[in-house]
């Protein structure tokens, strides 16, 4: 049984990560900047799960709670996630992603960890070349997040380089399902298609994207924290496929039928208050890198992820 430590437990993609290592009886410690109800629900079914709040950017606080209780491996969710929250909050985002991650790596060095698992994205890529694209494909990020992220990447080789610290990065890409919080495609289209209320998007038909259900990047995030020797330190973590938004929208009308959605022509934008940002060109994620190394292999294509999402959404999950 390992002792790991998920940061950003009370998340989207963290509470997914630490239910799946407490169901396979791994001792968990789940930190977040607050203890929200999923990770609650978690420590309260798990002897295993213990929840505690921490600010990854809080030195004094992350490194008593590591000093007390060391874990063998780390699976580092905590981040301000995505294009909207980066670009209203860039120094937040700063703040969070490259000074929350720098404090963490220093701590996991000095209490003995030996391998990270960071969680990072499509968004270090900025606009795709090709429709599809490997992990050899340049790394140039336009927006706050995705510049973070990469930041975050050269810091975990600089850790290896001068301390030994094993980071890897799981670059993956829209990650939807169960549980998602923000009101981004494809959840804004299945909740509305579940509850019967319209809902129609001006913009995005063509939108290409690779999107990844839950369950298919919580196995690539055991498979990578589990692997013996990583020949990589950075692997994509997607569907292999990138679907438009107008194939998208078809799939929910199939699965939902009368379903009242729809995307209009034009660029995909991300939504803000008062404005909106355009979103750079995406793709596909060449997953072979990841399959070679840890075995993984997604089960879900976009078909059998909605058709997965919408069932959750119909017996009461969000």
Request: net charge negative; glycine share 10%; with cysteine.
């Amino acid at each position: 049984m390992a002792h790991v430590l998920v940061t950003g437990a009370a998340g989207f993609i963290g509470a997914a990560v630490t239910a799946a290592l407490a169901a396979r009886g791994d001792r968990v410690t789940g930190i977040d900047v607050a203890v929200g109800p999923a990770l609650a629900r978690l420590a309260e079914a798990h002897d295993g799960v213990a929840a505690h709040t921490c600010e990854i950017t809080e030195w004094a606080a992350l490194a008593e709670l590591m000093r007390r209780d060391p874990p063998d491996t780390i699976v580092h969710c905590a981040a301000i996630v995505g294009v909207p929250a980066s670009v209203l909050s860039p120094h937040r985002t700063f703040d969070v992603n490259v000074g929350g991650s720098l404090t963490l790596f220093e701590a996991a060095r000095l209490f003995g960890v030996r391998r990270v698992v960071h969680i990072s994205s499509e968004e270090t890529y900025g606009a795709f070349q090709a429709e599809c694209i490997d992990e050899t494909h340049p790394q140039n990020p336009v927006l706050a997040y995705g510049i973070s992220k990469l930041a975050v990447e050269h810091l975990g080789r600089t850790f290896a380089a001068l301390y030994g610290l094993e980071v890897v990065h799981l670059r993956t890409c829209w990650v939807y399902g169960p549980g998602l919080p923000r009101p981004r495609v494809p959840k804004t289209f299945v909740d509305a298609a579940v509850a019967g209320r319209p809902f129609h998007l001006p913009w995005g038909a063509a939108m290409k994207v690779d999107h990844t259900y839950i369950d298919d990047l919580v196995a690539g995030v055991l498979g990578a924290l589990d692997c013996a020797k990583h020949p990589y330190d950075a692997y994509n973590l997607g569907s292999g496929r990138a679907p438009t938004l107008a194939e998208i929208v078809e799939i929910i009308r199939e699965l939902v039928p009368g379903a009242d959605i729809s995307a209009g022509d034009g660029e995909f934008e991300h939504s803000l208050p008062g404005a909106s940002v355009p979103a750079v060109r995406k793709g596909a994620l060449n997953v072979e890198r990841a399959h070679a190394a840890f075995g993984y292999a997604p089960r879900f294509d976009i078909r059998a992820g909605l058709a997965a999402y919408i069932e959750a959404v119909r017996a009461g999950g969000s």
